[in-house]
Antibody, heavy 118, light 106 residues
C-alpha cells in the first residue's frame, strides 16, 4: 500500500524557517517524480514544486523561488521541503504527492499545517 | 505561467442530476489536463488524467473530454458521495497550475 506521511509543520514567525519531510513507503520511491502542493485555509490548491527521480531537476512556482528548496533522499525514501524567509501568505496545509506517470499525481499524503504568524 | 479558469465556481444539484464543469486554459495544453475531487478536510483524489482517462477505481459516471484550451468534467448521475470540490490542473508545463475549484453542493 502506498503511503506518504508528512511531518515538520507547525507555527513559525514571519522570516523564519521550517523543514517539511515526507516519508514514502509501499512503492519504489526512486522511480517517481515527487511534488509539493499547498492549500491556504479555505482556499484552493496551489502547486508549489516538484523534483525528478534523482533530484537533478527541480521546478518551483514563482512565489517561492529563492526561498523554498525541494530535495529528496532516495536511500531514505524521503522527500523534503526547506522553507526559508517565510511569509504570512505561506500559511497553508502542505501536501506531499507522488507523480504516478502520465503527468498526474496519484497519491497524496494527509497534509502538514504550516502557520506563519507573529 | 498558464492560467486555468473553471466555471462555475459553485453549483447546486440534486442526486441523479447530470453535472458539467468546464475548465479553460490560457494557452493550448494539448490533452495535459487532470481533474481532482476534494472532500472537506481531506487530500484530493485524481479522477481523470490526460483529459479523458479514468483513474483506476474511479466510478464510470465520471468522464472527461476536451483538448487544446477547453475541457469538461461530467458526472452523469450525481451520487451523494460526489458532493465535493473539483479542481482541474494542467500538466503541460511547470508550474502545474490548478483552477480555482468548483464546489458541488446539494
Amino acid at each position: 500500500e502506498v503511503q506518504l506521511v508528512e511531518s515538520g509543520g507547525g507555527l513559525v514567525q514571519p522570516g523564519g524557517s521550517l523543514r517539511l519531510s515526507c516519508a514514502a513507503s509501499g512503492f519504489t520511491f526512486n522511480n517517481h517524480y515527487m511534488t509539493w502542493v499547498r492549500q491556504a485555509p479555505g482556499k484552493g490548491l496551489e502547486w508549489v514544486a516538484n523534483i525528478n527521480r534523482d533530484g537533478s531537476e527541480k521546478n518551483y512556482v514563482d512565489s517561492v523561488k529563492g526561498r523554498f528548496t525541494v530535495s529528496r533522499d532516495n536511500a531514505k525514501n524521503s522527500l523534503y521541503l526547506q522553507m526559508n524567509s517565510l511569509r504570512d501568505e505561506d500559511t497553508a496545509v502542505y501536501y506531499c504527492a507522488r507523480d504516478g506517470g502520465s503527468r498526474r499525481v496519484d497519491y497524496w499524503g494527509q497534509g502538514s499545517l504550516v502557520t506563519v504568524s507573529s | 505561467d498558464i492560467q486555468m479558469t473553471q466555471s462555475p465556481s459553485s453549483l447546486s444539484a440534486s442526486v441523479g442530476d447530470r453535472v458539467t464543469i468546464t475548465c479553460r486554459a490560457s494557452q493550448s495544453i494539448s490533452r495535459y489536463l487532470n481533474w481532482f475531487q476534494q472532500k472537506a478536510g481531506k487530500a484530493p483524489n485524481v479522477l481523470i488524467y490526460g483529459a479523458s482517462t479514468l483513474q483506476s477505481g474511479v466510478p464510470s459516471r465520471f468522464s472527461g473530454s476536451g483538448s487544446g484550451t477547453d475541457f469538461t468534467l461530467t458526472i452523469s448521475s450525481l451520487q451523494p458521495e460526489d458532493f465535493a470540490t473539483y479542481y482541474c490542473q494542467q500538466s503541460y508545463s511547470t508550474p502545474r497550475t490548478f483552477g480555482q475549484g468548483t464546489k458541488v453542493e446539494i
